[in-house]
Each structure stands twice: as C-alpha cells, then as structure tokens.
C-alpha cells in the first residue's frame, strides 16, 4: 500500500479479486482439501501415500525409468523419488 502526501494510507488504489478470482481460489483450495482426504483414505487403505501412488502410476505409465525422470514427472527432486523408491520397494511394490 502507499501513502499520500500527508502520510495518510491511502487505499483508494486497492484491488479487490473480482468474483472470478475468488471463485478460482475457492475451487482451488477445494480441491487441495479433497487431495489431503484422498491421501488420508489411500494411506489407511493400503499404506500407500500420493508421492509413492504417484512414483507406481508413472511407472506404470512409461516403463522401467531412472530416478532422474521419475523426478522429472513428479517434479521433485530425485533425492525424494529414492526415498520413494526405497519405501515403494520395502513394501514389495
């Protein structure tokens, strides 16, 4: 926010998201909501959590792949998908 020359706040420059924006945040949240609640269900059914669901369904998807480009698809780093891996692996998947 800026002031005016007085030192007052001045707010009549303050954009307000329009209705759209607001509805697009909404959906989004939404849907990060109703993620975590899959994950949460998917753990507890079969002790599997969305990273490793996610690591299975590429893998499923493209074939044998290094660790490199699974993290590529997965966007993380491949530090993560071989711990992934690993637990993947412990787990006779």
């Known amino acids: 926010m800026s002031t005016d020359n007085s ?5 009549t420059n303050k954009k307000f998201p329009s209705d759209h924006t607001k509805q697009i945040i909404f959906s989004i949240r939404r849907l990060i909501q109703a993620s975590e609640l899959y994950t949460k269900e998917l753990n507890k059914k079969y002790q599997v959590s969305s990273a490793q669901l996610n690591c299975i369904l590429i893998l499923y998807e493209y074939g044998p792949l290094p660790p490199s480009k ?11 998908v ?3 891996v690993d637990r993947l692996e412990k787990k006779g998947l």
């Open 82 to 84: 071989t711990g992934v």
């Open 70 to 80: 699974i993290a590529n698809h997965m966007m993380v780093k491949s530090s993560t």
């Open 7 to 11: 030192g007052n706040l001045n707010t």
